[in-house]
């Protein structure tokens, strides 16, 4: 177990999901300035952006785009295609402002340390992940946990670390964040008053019933909208390819002994096996600091006098996994405290105790800090290495993954210069593959075999017509292709939109209809200081909403954060003017404003001061990284590479 990791403490509830992302991706994201990148020059080429000399390079800004992906579309799909490029956009600006946030908390001499990674990983988010029950997991479940991100030990803890170097500049900047008193009673007043109101409602869809236009007066509307019509059908190509599939060359791939000889000779240090010890413990747990950092004595004294009496029992010939089970409070005890192998505990003293026992021998009472420890040694095993026949389980598919795709990239290069010379169709044919042909295709089809791969799109879409057959690398393989030919965008001519022309005529048509009637029924409310007449007049329905907070929902109206706010702004008995919803036209009646009672301010001006405080520490934060980022790119610290930038955001720019 790593060294650092070897600090006892209390443990925070937080319970970690499933695989370790990247924190700088959640960290930043809502920080990130949109666009302002300006080409200075200097990045080389695969390299986006460099950051007071740090680079963001473009293979960084695919993998955190694609992530970003995952994220929104666990599922997958075709949207995934087309949303790439924004969400590569993203990713470089969020990339950006990551690296010139840590430079710049490290121009201001902050650092982070060893014992504060350590602290993190044992009390702060990754605590449940890593130390469950106080425990910690062990160092072969601490490393899996950590691939199954795709990150390698080094590479996690180092980010772990830049995200306490964040929160360190987070907290410097924002920690002048202030709010009155005045302030927070404002903020319950406007949180806690509610309104009751009638109101009038047009619908749209009613007034598109209305709507019945000509013949020549669509025409005249597609002749008058013509250019946003332009080059709307998008640029379709039609094109031939050979697929090299990986997967099934590695199927096809024999390892011999001799491979596997080879590998384990080659790697033989990553098999080597540290000495270890299969334990038992029984875990009484001290009690969590108090709000102001300190633990309460005599709840450690009690722990303690448990403890002992659990160790009395002990000796006087107790079951240990009877024990475990009815005292142990982590989750080994319904295992009879069981913790399975274990190389190294989290503690020193514990760690120098176990390795002293013998095999079946029990421990004294422990002091871990967080907790008071009682181990059983059941097995021990010395340092080695694990033999070949133990590991050439593991060996064999990496062997046959790498011997696939050397033969897969050899295959895809010899097809590629035989398809040059001979034609795609000979070459694949001679190679025992067959050769796709597809009818025209747009940057969003699915294609057999290859499905929707944005690599292959960019590949397929930058090439000429008719131009020499080209590569492109796959996920599953490799891609030979040639463009065959090539429709350009189109504009498409009124019979081929006349549907929707139609409805794109109707919407503009209803829309300026529905804000028409909506202020002549507000008008109309006001001169008779009637809604309810002048919705009988218009044909509005009128409907009574319930006492309704600022935060909340009123059937037709929607929120009451947007337009409909304005009747916390009115007096009972006053009419609004129109409120347009999008779908409806809301036009409302004030009926009754309840303010709440000032002995409910006590109970709630904490919250709503903490909410307050970090709202502007948010906004704070916000206009420091904007300041930031517009500084150091006038002083040339950040340099954007535009020509890496328009690459990585080339098909959202064309598909425009």
């Given at each position: 177990?790593?060294?650092?990791?070897?600090?006892?403490?209390?443990?925070?509830k937080?319970?970690?999901?499933?695989?370790?992302?990247?924190?700088?991706?959640?960290?930043?994201?809502?920080?990130?300035?949109s666009?302002?990148?300006?080409?200075?020059?200097?990045?080389?080429?695969?390299v986006?952006?460099?950051?007071?000399g740090?680079?963001?390079?473009?293979?960084?800004?695919?993998?955190?785009?694609?992530q970003m992906?995952?994220?929104?579309?666990?599922?997958?799909?075709?949207?995934m295609?087309?949303?790439l490029?924004?969400?590569?956009q993203?990713?470089a600006?969020?990339?950006?402002?990551?690296?010139?946030?840590?430079?710049?908390?490290?121009?201001?001499?902050l650092r982070?340390?060893?014992?504060?990674?350590?602290?993190e990983?044992?009390?702060?988010?990754y605590?449940?992940a890593?130390?469950?029950?106080?425990?910690?997991?062990?160092?072969?479940?601490?490393e899996?946990?950590i691939?199954q991100a795709?990150?390698?030990?080094?590479?996690?803890?180092h980010?772990v670390?830049?995200?306490?170097?964040?929160?360190?500049?987070?907290?410097?900047?924002?920690?002048?964040?202030?709010?009155?008193?005045?302030?927070?009673h404002?903020?319950?007043?406007?949180?806690?008053?509610?309104?009751?109101?009638?109101?009038?409602?047009?619908?749209?869809?009613?007034?598109?019933?209305?709507?019945?236009?000509s013949?020549a007066e669509?025409?005249a509307?597609y002749?008058?909208?013509?250019?946003?019509?332009?080059?709307?059908?998008?640029?379709?190509?039609?094109?031939?390819?050979?697929l090299?599939?990986?997967?099934?060359?590695?199927?096809?791939?024999?390892?011999?002994?001799?491979?596997?000889?080879?590998?384990?000779?080659?790697?033989?240090?990553?098999?080597?096996?540290?000495?270890?010890v299969?334990?038992s413990?029984?875990?009484?747990?001290t009690?969590?600091?108090?709000?102001?950092?300190?633990?309460?004595?005599?709840?450690?004294?009690?722990?303690?006098?448990?403890?002992?009496?659990?160790l009395?029992?002990?000796?006087?010939?107790?079951?240990?996994?009877?024990?475990?089970k009815k005292?142990?409070?982590?989750?080994?005890?319904?295992?009879?405290?069981?913790?399975?192998?274990?190389?190294?505990?989290?503690?020193?003293?514990?760690?120098?105790?176990?390795?002293?026992?013998?095999?079946?021998?029990?421990s004294?009472?422990i002091?871990?800090?967080?907790?008071?420890l009682?181990?059983?040694i059941?097995?021990?095993?010395?340092?080695?290495?694990?033999?070949?026949?133990?590991?050439?389980?593991?060996?064999?598919?990496?062997?046959?993954?790498?011997?696939?795709?050397r033969?897969?990239?050899?295959?895809?290069?010899?097809?590629?210069?035989q398809a040059?010379?001979?034609?795609?169709?000979?070459?694949?044919?001679?190679?025992?593959?067959?050769?796709?042909t597809?009818?025209?295709?747009?940057?969003?089809?699915?294609?057999?075999?290859?499905?929707?791969?944005?690599?292959f799109?960019?590949a397929?879409?930058g090439?000429?017509?008719?131009?020499?057959?080209?590569e492109a690398?796959?996920?599953?393989?490799?891609?030979?292709?040639?463009?065959?030919?090539?429709?350009?965008?189109?504009?498409?001519?009124?019979?081929?939109?006349?549907?929707?022309?139609?409805?794109?005529?109707?919407?503009?048509?209803?829309a300026a209809l529905?804000s028409?009637?909506?202020r002549e029924?507000?008008?109309?409310?006001?001169?008779?200081?009637?809604?309810?007449?002048?919705?009988?007049?218009?044909?509005?329905?009128?409907?009574?909403?319930?006492?309704?907070?600022?935060?909340?929902?009123?059937?037709?109206?929607?929120s009451?954060?947007?337009?409909?706010?304005v009747?916390?702004?009115?007096k009972?008995?006053?009419?609004?003017?129109?409120?347009?919803?999008?779908?409806?036209?809301?036009?409302?009646?004030?009926?009754?404003?309840?303010?709440?009672?000032?002995?409910?301010?006590?109970?709630?001006?904490?919250?709503?001061r903490?909410?307050?405080?970090?709202?502007?520490q948010?906004?704070?934060?916000r206009?420091?990284?904007?300041?930031?980022?517009?500084?150091?790119?006038?002083?040339?610290?950040?340099?954007?590479n535009?020509?890496?930038?328009?690459?990585?955001?080339?098909?959202?720019?064309?598909?425009?």
């Amino acid at each position: 177990m790593i060294r650092f990791l070897q600090t006892p403490g209390p443990v925070k509830k937080y319970v970690l999901g499933g695989l370790l992302l990247l924190i700088c991706v959640s960290m930043v994201w809502y920080l990130v300035p949109s666009g302002g990148s300006t080409g200075l020059g200097g990045p080389g080429q695969g390299v986006v952006a460099k950051v007071g000399g740090e680079e963001v390079t473009r293979l960084e800004v695919q993998r955190q785009a694609t992530q970003m992906l995952k994220q929104q579309f666990p599922r997958g799909g075709a949207q995934m295609s087309m949303l790439l490029p924004y969400f590569t956009q993203r990713a470089a600006e969020n990339l950006i402002s990551q690296k010139a946030i840590l430079v710049e908390a490290e121009r201001l001499g902050l650092r982070v340390n060893d014992q504060e990674l350590s602290d993190e990983l044992q009390h702060g988010r990754y605590a449940q992940a890593f130390f469950p029950g106080g425990s910690f997991i062990g160092q072969e479940a601490y490393e899996a946990r950590i691939q199954q991100a795709e990150l390698t030990v080094p590479q996690f803890e180092h980010s772990v670390k830049d995200e306490i170097l964040f929160d360190k500049l987070r907290n410097l900047v924002t920690g002048s964040a202030s709010v009155t008193d005045a302030e927070v009673h404002q903020e319950f007043v406007r949180k806690s008053t509610k309104v009751k109101f009638d109101y009038a409602v047009i619908k749209k869809d009613d007034v598109l019933k209305e709507i019945h236009p000509s013949e020549a007066e669509l025409k005249a509307f597609y002749d008058r909208n013509k250019a946003t019509y332009n080059n709307s059908i998008p640029e379709k190509r039609k094109i031939r390819y050979v697929l090299v599939d990986t997967a099934k060359i590695q199927a096809e791939t024999q390892v011999t002994h001799e491979d596997l000889q080879a590998y384990y000779n080659q790697h033989r240090d990553e098999y080597r096996v540290p000495e270890q010890v299969k334990a038992s413990q029984i875990l009484i747990k001290t009690p969590l600091p108090g709000p102001d950092g300190k633990v309460d004595p005599k709840g450690i004294e009690e722990a303690r006098k448990k403890a002992d009496d659990v160790l009395k029992q002990l000796k006087s010939g107790a079951k240990f996994e009877d024990l475990a089970k009815k005292y142990s409070e982590d989750s080994s005890g319904k295992n009879g405290g069981s913790i399975g192998w274990v190389q190294h505990f989290p503690v020193p003293s514990a760690d120098k105790v176990a390795y002293a026992l013998a095999k079946g021998g029990t421990s004294d009472v422990i002091d871990a800090g967080y907790a008071f420890l009682i181990l059983r040694i059941d097995d021990k095993q010395p340092a080695h290495v694990k033999p070949l026949d133990e590991v050439k389980d593991q060996i064999e598919p990496v062997i046959k993954q790498q011997k696939a795709a050397r033969v897969a990239d050899n295959e895809a290069n010899t097809l590629l210069t035989q398809a040059k010379t001979a034609g795609l169709d000979k070459a694949a044919s001679g190679k025992g593959l067959e050769a796709v042909t597809t009818d025209f295709v747009s940057r969003t089809d699915t294609l057999p075999g290859i499905g929707n791969s944005p690599q292959f799109t960019e590949a397929v879409f930058g090439a000429r017509e008719k131009a020499p057959p080209d590569e492109a690398q796959l996920p599953q393989g490799y891609a030979i292709f040639e463009v065959l030919a090539v429709k350009p965008p189109a504009t498409p001519t009124f019979e081929e939109i006349r549907s929707r022309v139609e409805t794109e005529f109707k919407n503009e048509r209803s829309a300026a209809l529905l804000s028409q009637k909506t202020r002549e029924l507000s008008d109309r409310a006001k001169a008779s200081h009637d809604l309810k007449k002048a919705a009988k007049e218009l044909g509005a329905t009128v409907k009574s909403s319930d006492f309704v907070l600022p935060d909340g929902q009123v059937p037709d109206v929607g929120s009451m954060s947007g337009g409909a706010s304005v009747a916390f702004t009115m007096k009972p008995g006053e009419i609004s003017g129109p409120i347009d919803n999008g779908n409806t036209g809301v036009v409302l009646a004030l009926l009754e404003k309840q303010e709440p009672a000032e002995q409910d301010f006590a109970a709630k001006k904490d919250e709503i001061r903490d909410s307050l405080r970090q709202s502007k520490q948010e906004e704070l934060f916000r206009l420091f990284v904007a300041n930031l980022r517009d500084q150091m790119q006038k002083a040339g610290k950040i340099q954007i590479n535009q020509d890496e930038m328009k690459s990585l955001t080339r098909s959202q720019e064309q598909g425009e």
